[in-house]
């Protein structure tokens, strides 16, 4: 994951690696309604070479105009199959955001939202979502143990407990002219499928107070146990190697147990 390539425009890239259901649907729109930044949804592309960067900033241009005196083209990595390739320092001008969630809450978020699709989805089933979740987390563990590039962490639970805070930290990691908001804007992509989060909550344009639990959907023993230890280490790998970070506190209280 470390090839060397030049940036080929003037956009800085904001790449934020996580997993589904970790609102990383709120985060993109929350960006993507500043005035120096693009895009708000997930490419499904790789980054490995000068050619895949064109071909993001040509897939945004699709749906989205670019800001006039804008200055980051954003994406979201949420799947092992889109890797990329970090270079040596200075080879791509990029900030790299790391988010994770809690397992039980994630799971059961992405058992609900594919259940509710029409057809038959293998995340509906709890041990295979569990799967995903468990080998997404290694992989962005094994990123940010090699990774020669700084990178910024954040618990993505901040987002309901400590939102003023995170929009502060994400602002001052992304080097913004102005604040970050709680509302966002509402665009051509936003709730469709394969875009980000098609729920519904994404329409609403504001951080949301209150989000379901999915109590009803029940975690096998054994697929839950290894979510929660994969997610214990690999968070604390993590959060060590990042260049900051912010934890809540709430999340930060469990993983000391």
């Known amino acids: 994951m470390n090839r060397i390539f030049e940036m080929p425009d003037q956009y ?6 996580s997993h589904m259901r970790a609102f990383t649907s709120l985060a993109g729109h929350i960006l993507g309604s500043h005035p120096q930044i693009n895009g708000y949804f997930e490419m499904h592309i790789s980054y490995e070479d000068v050619s895949d960067l064109d071909k993001a900033l040509d897939l945004y241009r699709q749906y989205e105009t670019l800001k006039v005196n804008s200055r980051y083209l954003f994406d979201k990595l949420l799947h092992n199959d889109y890797r990329l390739a970090t270079g040596q320092p ?72 400590e939102a003023d805070a995170l929009l502060s930290k994400l602002a001052d990691w992304l080097e913004l002219d102005s604040p970050l908001s709680e509302r ?4 051509s992509q936003t709730g469709r499928a394969r875009r980000g989060d098609s729920s519904g909550l994404i329409h609403s344009g504001s951080i949301g ?22 997610y214990r280490d690999c968070r604390a790998l993590i959060v060590d190697h990042a260049t900051d970070a912010l934890t809540s506190r709430s999340q930060a209280s469990r993983s000391a147990r």
């Open 209 to 230: 107070e209150s989000r379901s639990d999915y109590a009803h959907i029940r975690l096998p023993d054994e697929e839950l146990g290894r979510a929660r230890a994969a």
């Open 184 to 187: 966002y804007h509402r665009f």
């Open 90 to 161: 200075g080879a791509l001008d990029m900030k790299i955001l790391v988010a994770l969630r809690e397992p039980e809450q994630a799971i059961r978020s992405m058992v609900a939202l594919f259940a509710a699709k029409d057809v038959a989805d293998p995340y509906a089933s709890p041990a295979e979502a569990s799967r995903y979740y468990v080998e997404r987390i290694e992989s962005l563990a094994d990123f940010c143990r090699s990774s020669v590039q700084p990178y910024y962490y954040y618990d993505a639970e901040c987002f309901q407990a």
């Open 12 to 17: 800085t890239r904001i790449f934020l690696l």
